[in-house]
């Protein structure tokens, strides 16, 4: 059986190697299961093509495939797909894939390659998903407003869901549980950059101190906190400026925007309605300066509560201010 694995969700890439490697003989372990580097590709292809001396399943594991990189030699040594029994399994890791790639073609020729990417952290929906099905799993019984507030704790973050329900499964032993339970248990600590962007966007002072706080707290880098913050501003000013000038299609404002998933058009559109591009101009021009005025050593820690708070000024209705 030959595997491709690609993706950045290491956790839902640990269980499937786990399931593979669950299906050998514990005790032929050592000689039945191995892992290489992509750079040992042609001793991992011996290693696959030579039957198990157990009689049983072997598993043979190559990690950190770039297959952009590999040229002739790999394409060379991939031909003894072929070959490899039907009870062994090779399984090859890598983080990404351009599916247009001869080689990306070759391997599936044999195999089946398997997508596991970290959920956009602004699906909560997904999340909640994620972690209701992990908790039904576990035979955890979870309230829905318990699963949401997971989700918002604990992000996109699925090894520390994983860590968290057990930790819920012991302390509920199959009994229910209810949410002032689980707050108690599992605080929240998602305090992201992202929560910080979406408090100043949404003109919430008191939110944009409490963050800040939270993350220079957790020694999070003003520069990094910024950089976010800019980054996702000026996604919402080059939406809204696309919306603006006419395009509607959402591929070809993604493409225009550096927006790598279309599907998140549904979003920044409801995200940005009530902005203006005006404010957002300007919001985003402040956050460069503060960027530069970071990087030249010009800020300090009570500045930038100033700096974000005059930013989330620009976002409240006019009579509140």
């Known amino acids: 059986m030959i595997i491709l694995l690609v993706g950045d969700d290491q956790f839902a890439i640990r269980q499937k190697l786990e399931h593979y490697r669950a299906e050998l003989d514990p005790q032929w372990l050592e000689l039945c299961y191995h892992r290489f580097p992509a750079s040992a590709l042609e001793q991992a292809m011996s290693a696959a093509r030579t ?111 994983a860590s968290e329900l057990r930790k819920l499964a012991i302390y509920t032993n199959g009994q ?39 993350l220079l707290a957790r020694s999070e880098p003003m520069l990094v906190m910024v950089a976010t913050l800019l980054t996702q501003f000026r996604t919402w000013l080059w939406v809204k400026s696309a919306l603006a000038s006419g395009i509607q299609n959402n591929t070809e404002i993604a493409q225009l925007c550096n927006v790598g998933n279309p599907n998140r058009l549904y979003y920044l559109r409801q995200e940005v309605a009530t902005m203006t591009l005006r404010t957002l101009i300007q919001a985003v021009t402040k956050l460069v300066d503060l960027e530069m005025s970071i990087k030249q050593g010009a800020v300090q820690a009570n500045a930038i509560m100033t700096s974000l708070l005059a930013i989330a000024r620009l976002f409240q209705p006019i009579h509140s201010k």
């Open 51 to 161: 039957p198990s001396l157990s009689g049983g399943k072997r598993l043979v594991v190559v990690e950190d495939c770039n297959l952009k990189q590999w040229g002739d030699a790999q394409v060379e040594s991939l031909q003894q797909l072929a070959q490899i029994p039907d009870a062994t399994t090779i399984v090859f890791l890598a983080t990404n894939v351009d599916k247009r790639l001869k080689i990306y073609k070759h391997l599936i020729k044999y195999g089946q390659c398997f997508e596991l990417s970290l959920i956009p952290p602004w699906r909560t929906d997904l999340i909640a998903e994620a972690i209701a099905t992990q908790a039904k799993q576990m035979k955890l019984r979870l309230p829905k407003d318990v699963v949401e507030y997971l989700a918002e704790a604990i992000g996109n973050d699925i090894t520390r869901a």
């Open 176 to 214: 229910p549980v209810c949410l002032a339970e689980v707050q108690s248990l599992i605080p929240c600590q998602t305090q992201s950059n992202l929560q910080l962007a979406e408090a100043v966007r949404n003109g919430e002072s008191e939110a944009v101190v409490r963050l800040i706080d939270e």
